[in-house]
């Protein structure tokens, strides 16, 4: 399956629906054309010995499950960390549901709420210090 190259193909389809798996998000929007895939890890997710190691097994499953993409849409694999640790043939098998499922809108993809008001994560005010000094100490 071709590959993604540029930084703008990424955000465009970005901007489309995902699918948190355990090992990867898959990212997909709809793209005239033959299906196109781009591989993505974070360096938070560890050195470059563990993010290439993340990239190839992602690739290998590709690979394996290309038939099942779909045409005229593409795809970017943002890896994670559980890729090292999760059976292949259960990293085959989450990918092979996502190629077949994957949201290609934002509206339908289970993309949490960040931030708005009324969640759960809503911000609390820090609590007052004092300008007493401290008993302790």
């Given at each position: 399956?071709?590959?993604?190259?540029?930084?703008?193909?990424?955000?465009?389809?970005?901007?489309?629906?995902?699918?948190?798996?355990?090992?990867?998000?898959?990212?997909?929007?709809?793209?005239?054309?033959?299906?196109?895939i781009?591989y993505t890890?974070?360096?938070k997710?560890g050195?470059?010995?563990?993010?290439?190691?993340?990239?190839?097994?992602?690739r290998?499953a590709?690979?394996e499950?290309a038939?099942?993409?779909?045409h005229?849409v593409?795809?970017?694999?943002?890896?994670?960390?559980?890729?090292?640790?999760?059976?292949?043939?259960?990293?085959?098998?989450?990918?092979?549901r996502?190629?077949?499922?994957?949201?290609?809108?934002?509206?339908?993809?289970?993309?949490?709420a960040r931030?708005?008001?009324g969640s759960?994560?809503?911000s609390?005010?820090?609590?007052?210090?004092?300008?007493?000094?401290?008993?302790?100490?």
């Amino acid at each position: 399956m071709p590959t993604l190259k540029k930084r703008a193909e990424f955000l465009a389809i970005a901007k489309g629906g995902r699918l948190p798996r355990r090992a990867f998000v898959l990212q997909a929007a709809p793209v005239p054309g033959p299906p196109r895939i781009g591989y993505t890890v974070t360096k938070k997710t560890g050195n470059a010995v563990e993010r290439n190691r993340i990239r190839r097994r992602l690739r290998a499953a590709v690979r394996e499950v290309a038939a099942e993409a779909r045409h005229d849409v593409s795809y970017v694999l943002v890896g994670r960390r559980g890729a090292l640790s999760q059976d292949f043939q259960d990293l085959l098998r989450d990918l092979s549901r996502g190629l077949a499922r994957a949201p290609l809108s934002a509206e339908t993809s289970p993309r949490p709420a960040r931030g708005k008001k009324g969640s759960r994560t809503q911000s609390r005010p820090a609590p007052a210090r004092s300008n007493r000094p401290n008993p302790q100490g």
